[in-house]
């Protein structure tokens, strides 16, 4: 009965564990004869891990972290800006509604900011450069451009508006590049507003001042937008206050001139007091006006206070910089693993095949 239960199970294509043990020592001593094989591909994998190691170039990233938060325009500047709508003011928010969502990350990636950034000076090693320089100098791009674009020299230095037709195509190929390559700005969550900006590259000191310089160009950028119709209401009422003062300060000296020219006016005679009279509405008129202009410029100023947003930085990239470079060891180690996990394959594989061919 037995033998007829071994018989059903080798035709159902099973096996048992004593069979299966057995195939897993003979492939052993299958391996074990074929030793020099497999030391040879360990050693080949010490050797490219350690090749790998030392000619692999290290990718350098910037990390920048800050929080940004918004000024908020409620509580009693509300009721100020309600009462200065009366008067056909408007002292309402800057330019919120361009940063609401993901809007100041793209503010990053834009065009404007990389090429202000990278026209920007950094100090490198002592001595002041601009960051395009030095970013086509560590990628020896210039002796690309000799050979495939014939331009023997380049000059960034001057007004970028009046650039050249192949200087701007220079910073718009650089742009996409940061953009798809190097570049990675986002929120930690979506709920907070802490913003991280990384920057990858292969030169350690370049990294770290271009992180810092893009952080600093925008958001000197997102003030200045933030706050720019504020700056311009704080402007106008100032401009509106200094005149209604100046025709004041006017008004004031007609009435002594007025009183100067009839200083012993008979009283029966009113015709020669009407010319100070005069005046002197005049001043009763610019006092008030002056003194509403005053109180609009002063709630203007509390919104311009209101509307620039705190930014603050939480991390700053410092040196040395985090970088994806392998050690020595490590990389041998793994390169050894690589080594005998392959040749084991191999072999098995072509075990497998001879197998099936017989």
């Known amino acids: 009965m037995d033998q007829d239960h071994k018989r059903s199970t080798n035709t159902g294509g099973e096996i048992t564990l004593r069979e299966f043990l057995g195939k897993i020592g003979s492939h052993g001593r299958y391996i074990t004869r074929k030793w020099w094989i497999v030391a040879i591909f360990c050693i080949l994998g010490v050797a490219g891990g350690l090749a790998y190691s030392v000619y692999k170039k290290p990718v350098y990233t910037a990390i920048c972290t800050f929080v940004l938060e918004d000024g908020d325009k409620g ?23 361009l940063f609401q969502g993901d809007n100041i990350l793209e503010l990053y990636k834009s065009r404007t900011m990389i090429e202000r950034t990278l026209l920007s000076e950094a100090e490198f090693d002592g001595k002041k450069e601009l960051l395009i320089d030095r970013y086509v100098s560590f990628n020896n791009l210039l002796e690309k451009w000799k050979d495939d674009d014939d331009i023997p020299s380049i000059n960034f230095q001057g007004d970028p508006d009046k650039f050249n037709r192949k200087q701007d195509s220079i910073i718009t ?21 802490i913003i991280v900006v990384q920057v990858s590259g292969k030169d350690e000191l370049f990294d770290q001042q271009f992180t810092k310089k893009l952080v600093e160009t925008v958001n000197k950028f997102y003030v200045q937008t ?128 001879y197998s099936l061919s017989r």
């Open 75 to 97: 509580g009693a500047l509300g009721q100020y800006a309600g009462l200065a709508s009366l008067a056909g003011i408007d002292i309402g928010g800057g330019g919120g509604g």
């Open 173 to 193: 190929d650089l742009v996409w590049k940061f953009n798809k390559k190097n570049l990675v700005v986002s929120k930690l969550d979506k709920k907070l507003s």
């Open 226 to 353: 933030k706050t720019k119709k504020s700056v311009q209401n704080v402007v106008v009422l100032q401009h509106q206050a200094d005149s209604v003062k100046a025709v004041l300060n006017s008004s004031i000296g007609g009435v002594a001139s007025a009183i100067d020219a009839a200083p012993n006016a008979n009283p029966q005679l009113l015709s020669l007091r009407v010319p100070s009279q005069r005046k002197q509405i005049d001043v009763q008129a610019s006092t008030e006006v002056y003194a509403e202009v005053v109180k609009n410029l002063e709630i203007a100023k509390i919104s311009l206070r209101e509307d620039v947003p705190l930014i603050q930085l939480i991390d700053q990239p410092v040196l040395p910089l985090e970088n994806d470079h392998i050690r020595k060891p490590k990389a041998m180690v793994l390169g050894f693993i690589f080594g005998f996990l392959l040749i084991i394959i191999g072999l098995t594989l072509k075990r497998i095949f």
